[in-house]
């Protein structure tokens, strides 16, 4: 037992020095990146129920690594969190973003929205509205076609320093959307009080909603809710035609995930709206 034990604890101590390992490559190699600027932009449709109208994308970076291959945003973002790469690690994303805007406006498409994701740590930083504005101004974009997707965290505050900015970001022509609603146990008392455009019912309400009767009434009551208040419902990880059926039963305005489309990079996307046009005349 006591060879056992001790074979236990080289096992644990190899996974230690790997995982600090790992993580210290990880971040070398994000430092790296960001300089580079070597992420790329993959582009998620969304759907409106009704009109079945591609009404805008999500932008989700993409990652691949010399060495370590490709990380997943799930793992990167959060250690850029941490250690406040996220701020360059962001404004990289916007130019990305912005260089695809215009490259698709010169191939003649009609300007299709575009949401962000927006971290907390970002949102933040007292010069946010200024250096994005710079970004943005400096690839002659539009705020009209960009739209900030904000955690429910990040805005739970309910502070007047932020709902002052986020009424500036509106002014200045950027939509407002609050991300993975429901996971962020806040009350719902911010939600008058700022400038929103779309509520985005997370993806764990999604996958349960045409098994479980609760989960179903808590998002007929987020739709309900958001419609008294002339703010659109984005239903997110929508993967099957049943659960289409129910949140178009419901009432919910836009749906995006797999079902529709997977995030692709920009020359998909441009096949994509290409093939959903014809389709649509069908
Ligand atoms: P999120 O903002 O909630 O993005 C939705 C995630 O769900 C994306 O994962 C997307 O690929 C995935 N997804 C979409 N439809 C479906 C579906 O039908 N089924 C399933 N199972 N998944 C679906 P992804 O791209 O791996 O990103 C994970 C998270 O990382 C994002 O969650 C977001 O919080 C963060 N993230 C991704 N890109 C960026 C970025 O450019 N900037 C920032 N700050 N965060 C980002
Ligand atoms: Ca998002
Ligand atoms: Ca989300
Ligand atoms: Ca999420």
Redesign the pocket.
Known sequence: AKQNGRNQYAFYFDELKRDSKRLLLLEAELRKAIQQKEFSIHYQPKISIEKQEIIGV?ALVRWTSDKLGTVSPGEFIPYAEETGLIIPLSEVILEKVCMDIIEWRMKGISDIPVSI?IAALHFQQDDFIERINTIVMQYNCSPQQLEL?LTERTVMKDSESIVKKLIKLKHMGFKISI?DFGTGYSSLSYLNRFPLNYL?IDSSFVKQITALKDKQAIVDCIILMAHRLHIKVVAEGVETKDQVKLLKEMDCDIIQGYYFSKPIPSTELLDFVELWEIHKQE
């Open positions: 999500e994701n997707e991300d985005k």
